[in-house]
Nanobody, 125 residues
Framework: VQLQASGGGFVQTGDSLRLSCAGS????????MAWFRQAPGKEREFVAA????????VYADSVKGRFTISRDSRKNTIFLQMNSLMPGDTAVYYC???????????????????WGQGTEVTVSS
């Protein structure tokens, strides 16, 4: 099972980016997938998650209204549309997935068994 994240880059304050994370190596769907991020010198933090069945989404307060997580079930892929980017969004963004995670653990990075390699987002002021 592999997760491949892509779409990071260097942008200016107020710009947008769209991250993608494609899952492979498994023939049936995840229970949930998520995005986390880790800024330099800080701990990894939750950004957004989506449940595969029903598409329920959960967001960190810091990104609500600016970021949107979505999925393409047929391609086993999730996206993170990031609008109105700010310097505080600068981080390495990681996608994560799990087949058994429960709803109450969607924001908990320890609950995810599978992780992508990370894609770097830098927002300049």
């Amino acid at each position: 099972v592999q997760l491949q994240a892509s779409g990071g880059g260097f942008v200016q304050t107020g710009d947008s980016l769209r991250l993608s994370c494609a899952g492979s190596g498994r023939s049936f769907s995840w229970r949930a997938m998520a995005w986390f991020r880790q800024a330099p010198g800080k701990e990894r933090e939750f950004v957004a998650a989506i449940k595969w069945s029903g598409g329920t989404t959960v967001y960190a307060d810091s990104v609500k209204g600016r970021f949107t997580i979505s999925r393409d079930s047929r391609k086993n892929t999730i996206f993170l549309q990031m609008n109105s980017l700010m310097p505080g969004d600068t981080a390495v963004y990681y996608c994560a997935a799990d087949f058994r995670i429960i709803t109450s653990n969607l924001k908990n990075d320890n609950a995810y068994d599978y992780w992508g390699q990370g894609t770097e987002v830098t927002v300049s002021s």
